[in-house]
């Protein structure tokens, strides 16, 4: 049984020129231990799935359809104070921004064991700081930094520290938002290798949000590609990766550059993003597909079964 599932989830944000669908029809299931990717360009909808399913959207959004399952409870039918329950103790999160997650006025230690102590209320200060030792020495920060201040940590230490906080009530499910964005490569390594090494280890299920497909690739069990609010296709890695199907997993895959490849010029594509406030009836990508066909700009795509666990949501580039 899967320890999270997503179905037909639906978002959308109240804006000043109308009410943007920022995710249409989501589905997806993660079992226990497993990982999950969700890549895309920036603001097709990854990270308000996220904050969805971490009770955490903003006051002007709104999710208009669909379920959000975790352990068989709908997360969405859950008042504010049965959410913060779940919220770090079940479902943790890895922030995008190391900078912003952090207090700066108080130690990194402190703020993490306050987690732990919000949590459990037979624990002792003495002992969720001795956690916190054990947070710190997992994701390899030495222990006589853990009372300075955030300000006094490098960006790979920041990141480091939001990923122990991330594990301090050792929830089953974490969302990693972006976890290396503006980190250099050597770093981005680390923090991918770290990623990897406590999920082994403590057997936690993650959802890895990013832009970049092939760090996707090195971490993830699955993968779901989402284009304009849509999931457009879903599979096992190696499925995705070796026989791509919809258009712009295609175009996503021929976008990247690897060692073992003679192409020193990108293909780019030409057409604007789709209006998410009045989105077109048709296929949203049709505008940029290289494939596109009439049909395309005047129905939805059909899902596409290529395995029992691959899909892509185009009916036209069978």
């Not at 999710?63 to 008042?79: A, H, N, P, R």
Request: aromatic fraction near 6%; proline fraction near 4%.
């Amino acid at each position: 049984m899967a320890l999270l599932t997503v179905k037909n989830l639906s978002v959308g944000y109240h804006t000043r020129k109308g009410f943007l669908k920022s995710v249409q029809g989501v589905s997806f299931a993660l079992d226990q231990g497993k990982s999950l990717g969700l890549v895309g360009e920036s603001g097709c909808g990854k990270t308000t799935i996220g904050m969805a399913i971490m009770g955490l959207l903003p006051d002007n959004a709104t999710v208009t359809d669909g379920k959000i399952l975790f352990e068989d409870q709908d997360l969405l039918k859950m008042s504010k104070k049965e959410i913060r329950q779940v919220r770090w103790k079940k479902i943790a999160m890895i922030f995008q921004a190391a900078m912003n997650a952090l207090n700066p006025v108080h130690r990194v230690s402190e703020q993490i064991s306050e987690a732990i102590l919000a949590h459990d209320a037979e624990i002792s200060e003495e002992a969720a700081m001795k956690q916190v030792e054990s947070l710190f020495q997992l994701v390899g920060i030495p222990l006589d930094r853990m009372r300075d201040f955030p300000h006094h940590y490098s960006g790979g230490m920041k990141q480091r520290a939001i990923i122990a906080m991330a594990l301090a009530c050792h929830p089953p499910l974490i969302i990693a938002d972006e976890p290396t964005t503006a980190l250099d490569v050597i770093v981005q390594d680390q923090i991918l290798s770290a990623i990897k090494d406590f999920q082994n280890k403590l057997k936690i299920s993650v959802i890895f949000i990013s832009h970049d497909i092939a760090v996707v690739a090195d971490v993830c069990d699955n993968i779901g590609v989402m284009f304009a609010g849509q999931l457009v296709e879903y599979g096992r890695i190696e499925e995705v990766f070796d026989a791509p199907m919809h258009p712009y997993t295609k175009s996503l895959l021929a976008s990247y550059l690897t060692l073992d490849k003679d192409v020193v010029q990108l293909n780019a594509y030409s057409g604007n993003t789709p209006d998410l406030i009045h989105p077109t009836t048709g296929c949203r990508y049709c505008e940029r597909c290289s494939v596109a066909k009439a049909v395309c700009r005047l129905r939805a795509p059909e899902w596409v079964e290529y395995s029992p666990t691959h899909k892509a949501f185009c009916d036209q580039c069978k």
